[in-house]
């Protein structure tokens, strides 16, 4: 069922993701100096973010001199941002929005960091991703002394699931694990949206088996011409994977538990499976 908080912030999220090449064309954006004026006072308005402060306590926390907190708190007061009330300073309410703003921008910055292998493989064309549910995911990565870790971390979120809907760009297992479509066959109830001749191949490999995983309700299989990168909807966690466009390999798997995130993985993933077609097994 939707959850309309949910849906609100994605709603937001995607809105904002989609006016940003507009901003970069606006008359009133701000300098990046006075941009660099609010993050230097990053750590002020932290502090005063999470409680009202006097002289001596920003001095403590922030591990600055007086002459220094002088200097912070006179900023503060000139862009009416804090008022002093009986020698504490309080954030006004536009202090507290824009203390609010760095902390989102930090986090966003953050996190973008920790997905890039997975935006550098999936991102140049399909701007649907979002990246703020994302914050806190399980980031594996593919990498010369273990250049299957991201595959081992898939078949380990497999093994713990009961329910897999996914769709990919490629096989969602490859072939040659059959112990892993034992399960997907037999243990896990699996809708799979998959490319035309990935479809075939399955079928190939594995006839007698996806026939009878079909008829007991095991599998359903569905197929679209196209498809963006790989996304696997499990029981408690959703997981986005990036391949290597030469080898068809796993580059990288990123995996989360974030409510927010999987309200947007199952949304994506009705999208494409409203356009796919149903496969006669």
Request: with cysteine.
């Amino acid at each position: 069922m939707s959850n309309p908080l949910f849906d609100e912030l994605l709603r937001t999220t995607e809105e904002l993701a989609s006016v940003v090449a507009d901003d970069w064309q606006t008359a009133e954006r701000l300098s990046t100096d006075d941009l660099l004026e609010v993050l230097r006072h990053r750590e002020l308005l932290e502090a005063l973010y999470d409680e009202p402060l006097d002289r001596t306590g920003l001095e403590s926390r922030l591990d600055v001199s007086r002459a220094t907190s002088h200097r912070f708190t006179r900023w503060l007061l000139d862009h009416g941002l804090a008022e002093r009330r009986d020698g504490t300073f309080h954030l006004t309410g536009e202090g507290v929005a824009l203390a609010e703003e760095v902390v989102r921008f930090e986090r966003g910055v953050r996190t973008t960091r920790r997905l890039g292998p997975l935006l550098d493989a999936i991102c140049p064309d399909h701007r649907e991703f979002v990246v703020a549910p994302f914050a806190d995911a399980t980031v594996t990565t593919a990498t010369p002394d273990d250049p299957h870790a991201p595959l081992s971390r898939f078949l380990s979120l497999l093994a713990g699931t009961e329910t897999l809907r996914a769709f990919n760009t490629t096989h969602i297992v490859p072939p040659g694990l059959t112990g892993a479509y034992d399960r997907l066959f037999a243990e896990t109830e699996v809708e799979v949206i998959s490319l035309p001749d990935t479809v075939e191949h399955l079928r190939e490999r594995f006839p007698e088996r996806v026939q009878r995983a079909s008829e007991t309700g095991h599998l359903t299989l569905r197929t679209r011409e196209a498809l963006p990168y790989g996304l696997a909807v499990f029981d408690d966690r959703v997981a986005i994977a990036g391949y290597d466009e030469e080898t068809g390999a796993i580059r990288v798997l990123v995996d989360t538990d974030s409510e927010i995130a999987r309200q947007w993985a199952e949304r994506v993933y009705e999208s494409y499976r409203e356009r796919s077609e149903p496969v006669a097994v």
